[in-house]
């Protein structure tokens, strides 16, 4: 059975950097998804990562301030968020497998996490 649990979020101010983990089966996949739903909105895709920088899409809200990384021997996918904005504040989710356009439509992967909420507040 496929599990997903994403932990790491918090309160933080902006301009803070925050790391969310997504553990579980998350690594038996070779790519893995990381989007955000803000209070009030339609979930929103942000980045697809195969595990490498030249491996992964970036939407552009969060290109040049977010970036993820895999940790096999922990059976984590990490995202690090840095230069966060109020706007940033939502509940964010990993999700397996994923692509480019899947994850512009956030349609297409096939498990979810149940989130983690990052307030992104002064």
């Known amino acids: 059975q496929v599990q997903l649990v994403e932990s790491g979020g918090a309160l933080v101010q902006p301009g803070g950097s925050l790391r969310l983990s997504c553990a579980g089966s998350?690594?038996?996949?070779?790519?893995v998804g990381w989007f955000r739903q803000a209070p009030g909105k339609e979930r929103e895709g942000l980045l697809c990562t195969g595990g490498t920088a030249e491996s992964t899409f970036y939407g552009d809200s969060v290109k040049g301030r977010f970036t993820s990384s895999r940790d096999s021997a922990n059976n984590a996918v990490y995202l690090q968020m840095d230069s966060l904005k109020p706007e940033d504040t939502g509940v964010y989710y990993c999700a397996v497998p994923c692509n480019s356009w899947w994850v512009r439509h956030v349609e297409g992967m096939d498990y979810w996490g149940k989130g983690t909420t990052v307030i992104v507040s002064s």
């Open positions: 998350s690594t038996d996949y070779s790519t």
